[in-house]
């Protein structure tokens, strides 16, 4: 291991780089260690980079870039794998998300100090990698399961729990909830009868908190029956329009011709669907008319491969309407707030 | 390297061992802009530090394959609970909803919106309501089966850079003057719309343009425009009545494309080549287009017309990198595709010196089609100098290709394959 910069005079301008030696620079953490990188990885950091450029200092041990406060050395000779390994030009972009896969398989709390520590250091494609790995361990999960995980305390009342539901006040929402709690109480009576009354009380009551704040907030958890009215007619109409042609993506344009045409004759925008409009006309009679799973009219589905299609069609006129053609990696690299913004947004189906 | 800690030693614990409590704000919207949004509002349940963490986030996407009324109530809760700017709206519903659309939109007006995504699938389009054209601060607009309709007092939106319209009715505005009114506009896409009369299309700063729908005449001047992807639907050849059938002096691919100088990637499909193709067809169109590396159009075989204008643009662009012609049949005498081809060719010879990949796509099935595509290739490898490679989408005719291997071929790396179909060409 070569330590150049342990040859340097003690005037801190002369930087000598022998062309044969590679440039360390030296960084300083909060609790005073210090480590030595190579100039190239540094500089992948943005804020050290800045520090560099800035104030020149980090050429040598005594003069070592103090790092802020939330990193650590161990997360720093993490982050400094990172940066070793990304600076490199010449690699492929699977290359570069197996290894960011590999990255952020580590503990939880490691997985957290990273996330602060890459924003302090200005990393944001880190950020972005350790945020979405965080996000993974939240999504899908119950508020119990992600309290264990990241070690937070159950402190919240039963009542603040359900405070969302108490900034409503409509009443079909109460009426709701107290015909949802006479529900709920008739089958822990049944319960009751085989199980102890403690263990029963207590998970009526985590139970109810998040069926209540999971069926207002709209989980497709509620079986519901109701949903197969079965608009037959309109599905037939789909299907007739389909071309058995060759699912070539040209031939699906020349699907979509006929089935445009056949909205088109009907002058584009009213349905020939009697039935359906009527039932939407009466929902839209009251404005407030939060009508919760009784009249599920709006259940009714598409033919699924036909909706399918459909949806497939907006989401690539959507992201046409987002892609820049050019370099694809570049666009992956680089975090403009306009890309950021708008590919979550697209890609968030 | 210095003397790092190994790297398995624990990392000292935040308040009670409390994890993500006390990450800045910034890195939990972070966290919040990676999630749906039901787990999101979620979280408000978790600790007393994240009670509220969730109700500032700027981007509120709804977009669960979930019944409508569910989603309409979870579109109710979270707006009456989030505080402060909202950027970024999508939404996903199968039918429209007016009523709440009306409600949600006075809310979106008022807290600054930036982007809007509104997708409803079914038959019936949803009316946008009039506090849309109150969203000042406007920048990305897409909306699919829709009704906007614009009040007589509307100025546009002066920030707006993007707008994608889908399948949807465009009322009290014309689709010129909302282009015009949009100064900053970048990126338009209209999908199956129908336009009556001339499509008048000016935008000082517009650089992607997607056309698809029904419209008799189209006039573009976007001097910027680098993408251009065009096609007609046209149930009555209504275009036919078109300008260049009046006028007669210039053709419509001259008037249309002849002056788009930065233009670097150009797809014309279905009707439209139709439509470029009257009026008479230049030997050269005005400008020469230099920035021009992508093509894709569709060979109408056997109506010399537009063979014609499909090869103007060719002549036009010398350093044309990549090709995609699709085979129509059209009918007409079955005439020598060889002789046409090669009448066509550009004398000079600067006709495809840069081209490196060509598809050459099948559509329908028909001996003439299959000549013609023969044909064209023989042309392509005997005219491309840095002919990398030539592939043959959805066609699997054996004697075809072992004609097209005996081919002479200018370029000695010219590799042809058969591919089943090329939906990554985009």
New interface residues.
């Given amino acids: 291991?070569i330590r150049g910069s342990q040859q340097m005079p003690e005037s801190e301008t002369a930087i000598i780089k022998p062309e044969a030696m590679k440039s360390y620079i030296?960084l300083q953490c909060a609790d005073g260690?210090?480590?030595?990188?190579e100039e190239e990885v540094a500089m992948f950091c943005p804020t050290i980079c800045r520090e560099i450029l800035k104030t020149g200092s980090g050429s040598s041990k005594n003069y070592a870039i103090s790092l802020p406060e939330k990193v650590?050395?161990?997360?720093?000779?993490?982050i400094l794998d990172y940066c070793r390994f990304h600076q490199v030009a010449g690699r492929s972009n699977k290359e570069r998300k197996s290894f960011d896969e590999r990255f952020v398989k580590v503990d939880?709390?490691?997985l957290?100090?990273l996330?602060?520590a890459a924003?302090s250091l200005g990393l944001k494609p880190l950020?972005?990698l350790t945020?979405?790995a965080?996000?993974r361990m939240?999504?899908?999960r119950t508020?119990e399961e992600?309290?264990e995980i990241?070690?937070?305390?159950?402190?919240?009342t039963e009542e603040?729990?359900l405070?969302?539901l108490k900034?409503?006040n409509d009443d079909p929402r109460i009426r709701l909830l107290n015909r949802l709690y006479a529900r709920k109480r008739k089958e822990l009576k049944e319960r009751q009868k085989q199980k102890e009354a403690k263990v029963v009380e207590e998970r009526k009551d985590e139970r109810s908190?998040d069926e209540l704040?999971?069926f207002?907030?709209?989980?497709?958890g509620s079986r519901?029956s109701k949903?197969t009215k079965g608009k037959k007619k309109?599905r037939r109409r789909k299907e007739q329009n389909k071309d058995s042609s060759?699912?070539?993506?040209?031939?699906t344009?020349k699907k979509?011709?006929t089935s445009?045409?056949g909205?088109?004759t009907s002058s584009?925008?009213?349905?020939?669907?009697p039935n359906?409009?009527q039932g939407?006309r009466e929902?839209?009679q009251d404005?407030f008319a939060?009508?919760?799973?009784e009249?599920?009219y709006?259940?009714d589905e598409?033919d699924p491969a036909m909706?399918e299609e459909?949806?497939r069609?907006?989401e690539d006129?959507?992201r046409?309407?987002n892609s820049m053609?050019p370099d694809r990696v570049q666009e992956i690299l680089s975090l403009s707030q306009d890309r950021r913004?708008?590919s979550?947004?697209?890609g968030?189906? | 390297?210095?003397?790092?800690?190994?790297?398995q030693?624990r990392?000292?614990?935040n308040l009670?061992?409390?994890?993500?409590?006390n990450?800045?704000h910034?890195?939990k919207q972070?966290?919040?802009?990676?999630?749906?949004i039901?787990?999101v509002?979620?979280?408000?349940?978790?600790?007393?530090?994240?009670?509220d963490s969730w109700t500032s986030i700027p981007?509120l996407?709804f977009?669960?394959?979930?019944?409508?009324?569910?989603?309409?109530?979870?579109v109710?809760?979270v707006l009456?609970?989030h505080c402060g700017p909202i950027?970024?709206f999508?939404l996903?519903l199968?039918?429209?909803?007016?009523?709440a659309m009306g409600?949600w939109m006075l809310i979106l007006s008022r807290n600054g919106v930036?982007?809007l995504?509104l997708?409803y699938?079914?038959?019936?389009?949803c009316k946008i309501p009039s506090r849309f054209f109150s969203c000042v601060a406007l920048e990305?607009v897409?909306m699919?089966c829709c009704?906007i309709n614009a009040p007589r007092t509307f100025q546009g939106f002066k920030l707006l850079r993007?707008i994608?319209l889908?399948?949807c009715?465009l009322t009290g505005i014309s689709i010129g003057n909302l282009v015009s009114c949009c100064p900053l506009l970048e990126?338009l896409?209209l999908?199956?719309f129908?336009h009556q009369g001339c499509l008048h299309i000016l935008a000082p700063n517009l650089i992607q343009l997607?056309l698809y729908g029904?419209f008799h005449d189209l006039c573009i001047e976007t001097p910027k425009l680098t993408?251009g992807?065009i096609g007609l639907?046209s149930?009555n050849r209504d275009y036919k009545k078109s300008i260049a059938e009046k006028a007669g002096k210039e053709s419509n691919i001259t008037r249309v494309l002849g002056y788009l100088l930065n233009i670097?990637?150009l797809h014309v499909?279905?009707d439209f080549i139709d439509y470029l193709a009257m009026g008479p067809i230049p030997e050269n169109l005005p400008a020469i287009f230099y920035e021009l590396t992508e093509i894709d159009v569709p060979l109408c075989c056997s109506v010399q017309d537009k063979i014609a204008a499909a090869f103007c643009l060719f002549k036009g662009a010398p350093n044309l990198k990549k090709l995609r012609i699709?085979f129509l049949y059209y009918g007409g005498e079955d005439q020598q595709p060889a002789q046409i081809l090669s009448k066509l060719k550009a004398t000079e010879g600067c006709l495809f010196k840069c081209l490196e990949i060509v598809n050459i796509?099948h559509?329908q099935n028909n001996v003439l089609l299959a000549k013609w595509m023969l044909e064209f290739a023989k042309l392509v490898l005997n005219t491309a100098p840095v002919l990398h490679k030539l592939n043959i989408?959805?066609f699997e005719d054996a004697t075809f290709f072992t004609k097209l291997e005996c081919f002479p071929k200018l370029s000695k790396k010219a590799e042809i394959a058969s591919v089943k179909?090329?939906?990554d060409w985009?």
């Fill in positions: 291991m030296w260690s210090i480590q030595q990188v650590s050395p161990a997360t720093l000779s993490l939880t709390d490691q957290c100090e996330i602060s924003d950020v972005d945020s979405r965080i996000a939240i999504e899908g508020p992600i309290r990241f070690h937070l305390p159950d402190d919240l603040e729990k405070e969302p900034n409503v908190v704040l999971s207002i907030n709209g989980e497709e519901n949903t309109n060759t699912a070539d993506a040209y031939h344009e979509e011709r445009m045409s909205a088109c584009g925008n009213v349905s020939s669907s359906r409009n939407l929902g839209a404005p939060l009508k919760i799973g009249d599920d709006t259940d598409l909706q459909l949806d069609e907006v006129f959507a046409r309407l053609w913004r708008n979550s947004f697209v968030h189906f | 390297m210095g003397d790092p800690e190994p790297r030693s990392v000292k614990h009670h061992g409390d994890y993500i409590s990450l800045p910034d890195l972070e966290i919040f802009l990676k999630l749906p039901k787990d509002v979620r979280t408000s349940i978790l600790s007393s530090k994240w009670k981007t996407a977009a669960q394959k979930s019944t409508d009324s569910k989603l309409i109530k979870l109710d809760n009456m609970v950027l970024n999508k996903v199968k039918h429209p909803c007016n009523e409600r930036r982007s995504d997708r699938s079914g038959d019936e389009k990305w897409l699919s009704i993007t994608g889908e399948n009715n990126k896409g999908h199956k129908i997607y029904e993408f992807s639907h149930r670097q990637k499909f279905e699709e796509v559509v989408i959805n179909n090329d939906k985009f």
